[in-house]
């Protein structure tokens, strides 16, 4: 189930552009920050060699993915790889069926209830709420009230150490992280540090750490 992987820290790092020679010193970086879900969209340089570095360094301990997938073939080639995670940017129900077929956890984007909806029904695991702008928290607010309260949605876009709390109070359980973790030339000194920070303002919002300190 996807909320394991998410239950101790729900930030997935996107690792867009990412070479695979750098993928083992980003990972162990993420991973020391706590970050246990791991994508490498497929528009970046070798992805599935960057799947499969990441993969091997980390281990069964880490879900190590693809995102940007589009296609059914591009779901087998991501498991061949070694990935156990599909992120699709859309909602197309065959993709999401391919990833299910093959035994891998599927999280399609999202950007209106009706798509929310008809991809739960394909057998998906959650939902990118994508691009999370264009929903707003009070849209996702209103979204909850509709979609079933263990299904995670986490939104990507434009997410920041500082934007999360909006978000958590709207009812979203996690978040995917891009551009503001990771981006080509960033060195994993500088990807630890942003992962720290990450970390440490999810546990200052979430409601799991705010139970705890009372």
Known sequence: MLSHWLDQLPLVAILRGIHPDEAEAIGHALAHAGFRVLEVPLNSPEPFASIRRLSQALGDDYLVG?????????????????????VMPHADTAVIRAAKDAGVLCVPG????TEALAALAAGADGLKLFPAGQVSPEGLKAWRAILPTHVPVLPVGGISPDTMA?????????????????????????????AQAFAQAWRAVSPKSKEHRA
């Open 66 to 86: 693809a995102g940007t997938v589009m296609t059914p073939a591009q779901v087998q080639q991501v498991v061949a790889a070694g990935g156990r995670l599909i």
């Open 110 to 113: 999202v950007a209106t209830p």
């Open 166 to 194: 909006p978000w958590v109070g709207a009812g979203a359980q996690g978040f995917g992280i891009g551009s503001a973790l990771y981006a080509p030339g960033i060195d994993a000194g500088e990807v630890a540090r942003r």
